[in-house]
Nanobody, 119 residues
Framework: QVLLVESGGGLVQAGDSLRLSCAAS????????LGWFRQAPGKEREFVAG????????SYVDSVKGRFTIYRDNDEKTMYLQMSRLKPEDTAMYYC????????????WGQGTQVTVSS
């Protein structure tokens, strides 16, 4: 079992930056792919960014490319999402998630942290 706890959300203005953190605990962190998802009111949850175990591979949804950066510190068992040039449409509950080694699905989820971007 992997426990994930997000932090760093808040209320910011358009154009501001924010960094989200996802701290993992529980069983070993080794080999787990990680990702960030978000869900806005009335919308389905969408993939935002993902990172492989060693961080060599990252992926992003088109709407955040060039503005968001995902990275991780395996020694600290923490993943981050650096968000820049935030837009009102980035407003959502942000969740971190983890994949079992070799899996495609995300099996572990945090409780989420709210990001609100005012115009």
């Amino acid at each position: 079992q992997v426990l994930l706890v997000e932090s760093g959300g808040g209320l910011v203005q358009a154009g501001d930056s924010l960094r989200l953190s996802c701290a993992a605990s529980g069983r070993t962190f080794t080999g787990y792919g990680l990702g960030w998802f978000r869900q806005a009111p009335g919308k389905e949850r969408e993939f935002v960014a993902g990172i492989s175990w060693w961080g060599a591979r990252t992926s992003y949804v088109d709407s955040v490319k060039g503005r968001f950066t995902i990275y991780r510190d395996n020694d600290e068992k923490t993943m981050y999402l650096q968000m820049s040039r935030l837009k009102p449409e980035d407003t959502a509950m942000y969740y971190c998630a983890a994949q079992n080694p070799g899996a495609k699905e995300y099996d572990y989820w945090g409780q989420g942290t709210q990001v609100t971007v005012s115009s």
